[in-house]
């Protein structure tokens, strides 16, 4: 049975556990340091607790990678600190140059690297998610996936295209949502939201609910968006195109970061509120 690491069981990450675990893996976690939301969504996924990483470095096969994007390398230096030397793969929304910046992390401890980039909701049902992968160690991640909820893409060689896919992606959906929070806060400003809304109905259908759905899912998670947009933004400027946008975006979910714990998602008007007493 192969024996599989989550670092850490996220919303996400504890669903790729569970469906490592409907592939027929045994699937562990480390309990130190983490809140009570990851030990309750580890318990529910059936991921076996480990207290240290240590422990779980000399314990599993497969090492996968799944946190705020910000602390991917962080989680990268400290598991090879820790003696890793198999499979690490990174499934974080990081931009191609800190996939291959934890490449050589993991590389220079003796690790065989995989990328991966995950899209879609937490794979809580069949069909809903994929888990693309790159690298040539990509066939021995994706079998562990076999029969399971999450779909996973091999796009072949290379230690960034899974990466750069999500980037590419995640520019758009995430990008879009955060600009239509600045723009229905800016219409509120100039008190022209209602005119706005309703020529929206007429020439830009959609965007008036796209706008509400984007408060709902995004305000809870924007500070986890901060960093991912960053990522995007470096992604764009390395490529030679302009980073403003998501810089841009960055900044605004930064504003929203005290949504976090919020026991349930805030409606559009208490987005625009806070968007606007930021401003004052
Ligand atoms: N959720 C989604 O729908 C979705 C979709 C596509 C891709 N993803 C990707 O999945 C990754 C994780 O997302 P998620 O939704 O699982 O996030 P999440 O629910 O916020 O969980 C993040 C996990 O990482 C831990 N963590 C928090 N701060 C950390 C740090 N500084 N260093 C190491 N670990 C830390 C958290 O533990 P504690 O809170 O207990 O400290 C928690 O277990 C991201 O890279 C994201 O882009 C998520």
Redesign the pocket.
């Known amino acids: 049975m192969t024996k599989v690491g989550i670092?850490?069981?996220?919303?996400?990450?504890?669903s790729i556990g569970a469906c490592a675990r409907q592939g027929g893996a045994e699937v562990f976690w480390v309990s130190a340091?983490?809140?009570?939301?990851?030990h309750r969504?580890a318990d529910e996924a059936g991921l076996v607790a480990l207290d240290s990483l240590g422990a779980l470095t000399t314990s599993v096969d497969i090492i996968v990678s799944?946190?705020?994007?910000?602390?991917?390398r962080?989680?990268a230096h400290a598991t090879v600190a820790a003696g890793f030397d198999r499979i690490y793969v990174d499934?974080?929304?990081?931009s191609p140059d800190t996939a291959r910046d934890v490449a050589k992390i993991v590389r220079h401890n003796g690790c065989e690297y995989v990328d991966g980039g995950?899209?879609?909701?937490?794979a809580l049902r069949p069909g809903g998610t994929r888990m693309y992968l790159s690298g040539d160690g990509a066939g021995k991640v994706a079998e562990l996936f076999q029969g399971s909820n999450l779909n996973v893409i091999d796009l072949g060689p290379g230690d960034a295209a899974a990466s750069a896919l999500?980037m590419c992606y995640?520019s758009w959906t995430k990008g879009t949502s955060a600009l239509l929070l600045a723009i229905r806060t800016l219409a509120r400003s100039e008190g022209v939201d209602e005119a706005l809304v309703q020529e929206w109905s007429g020439s830009q259908s959609g965007l008036a609910e796209r706008s509400q759905r984007a408060a709902r899912g995004s305000s809870r998670?924007a500070w986890?968006f901060v960093g991912?947009m960053l990522e995007i933004a470096h992604s764009f400027e390395a490529a030679g195109l302009p980073g403003g946008f998501h810089r841009g975006a960055a900044e605004l979910y930064e504003h929203l970061s005290e949504f976090k714990d919020a026991d349930k998602a805030p409606t559009l008007e208490e987005v625009v509120a806070t968007l606007l007493r930021e401003h004052e």
Do not use: F, Q, W
């Open positions: 670092l850490h069981p996220g919303e996400m990450g504890s340091g983490r809140g009570p939301y990851t969504r799944v946190c705020p994007p910000h602390a991917a962080d989680v499934g974080n929304a990081v995950i899209i879609g909701p937490p999500k995640a998670k986890r991912e």
